[in-house]
């Protein structure tokens, strides 16, 4: 409580205790123009939310203050108890957005895992029959195809004798080495498959796709006749090659079944140029072939 002049008359706690510079305290009472204001208490040096209230029959002025941080006690608790939470949330939503990602991620790396177990052939590693087929389906449908779009059909000579001599284990060993050796010669000119059993395809696409085409299959026939490892030993493979080139108005079948044909006529040359080569050594020999 103060006098108009502004000097203490009574305080609430503490000693009563005039400024350092002993001057009214005018400060207090200055702004009574309004209800209420925040300012330094000329005592302690608090800062104080202040209302001032003149009592002019009585010659006095009561001020009723309460220091700011007391009365934001409460708003600076809920801040600090609001910060934690979204601090919390904030990590609980960043472990939530990493967990997603790498789940996303998971399925993305399943999802390609399995397309390429169902269009991998599990033995050798080439494009199985299902994928190839998608590949000419999309090759004869695409305008501008025919005469850019070669088939090779491929199937190995005396295969089920190397089977039934040194058994499947052989057998399969002689197919992964001879995919492997398809996959060196064709490179990037085109795609390998395998349809099943000793049947193998390449298809070539692009300009001079037949001409390509002949030439992969003398460096197909020339890399299987040099020794392939199979069975702790070295096994050469006499391949026959069909090539048929895609024209106007193929279905997928149709191409497969000229390149089907044309393979199976050049097995039917390579085992007769063998009778006439025989023929000079002997009937024997040459009944022996057919």
């Known amino acids: 409580m103060l006098s108009q002049d502004g000097f203490p008359l009574s305080r609430r706690s503490g000693d009563l205790r005039e400024p350092a510079n002993d001057t009214p305290l005018l400060s207090y009472v200055k702004p009574v123009g309004t209800s209420e204001h925040q300012q330094v ?6 800062e104080r939310i202040v209302a001032v209230r003149r009592l002019n029959p009585y010659g ?3 001020v009723a203050g309460v220091s700011a941080a007391e009365a934001l006690a409460p708003y600076v608790e809920m801040r600090d108890v609001y910060l934690a939470m979204s601090t919390v949330m904030s990590f609980m939503l960043v472990g939530f957005a990493v967990w997603v990602r790498n789940l996303v991620a998971q399925l993305i790396q399943g999802r390609e895992a399995l397309r390429q177990v169902s269009e991998t052939d599990a033995l050798t590693g080439l494009a199985n029959r299902g994928k190839i087929i998608d590949l000419l389906n999309t090759a004869t449908s695409r305008d501008g195809a025919a005469g850019a779009t070669a088939l090779m059909f491929i199937d190995l000579d005396s295969f089920k004798q190397l089977n039934d001599t040194c058994g499947h284990r052989a057998g399969d060993q002689l197919l992964a080495e001879v995919a492997d050796r398809l996959r060196t010669v064709v490179g990037t000119r085109g795609v390998v498959g395998r349809l099943g059993g000793d049947e193998f395809v390449v298809l ?8 390509d085409a002949h030439e992969i299959a003398g460096a197909i026939s020339v890399s299987l006749e ?19 080139g895609l024209e106007m108005g193929d279905s997928v079948c149709n191409l497969l079944g000229r390149a089907d044909s044309a393979m199976y006529e050049a097995k039917l040359r390579r085992k007769a140029s063998k009778v006439v080569s025989n023929k000079a050594a002997g009937n024997l020999q040459s009944e022996l072939v057919r």
């Open 41 to 46: 208490d000329p005592f302690d040096h608090v």
């Open 60 to 62: 006095l002025v009561v």
């Open 204 to 211: 070539i696409q692009g300009p001079g796709a037949m001409a």
């Open 226 to 244: 040099c020794g392939l490892p199979v069975h702790s030993g070295s096994y050469s493979v006499c391949a026959s090659v069909g090539i048929a």
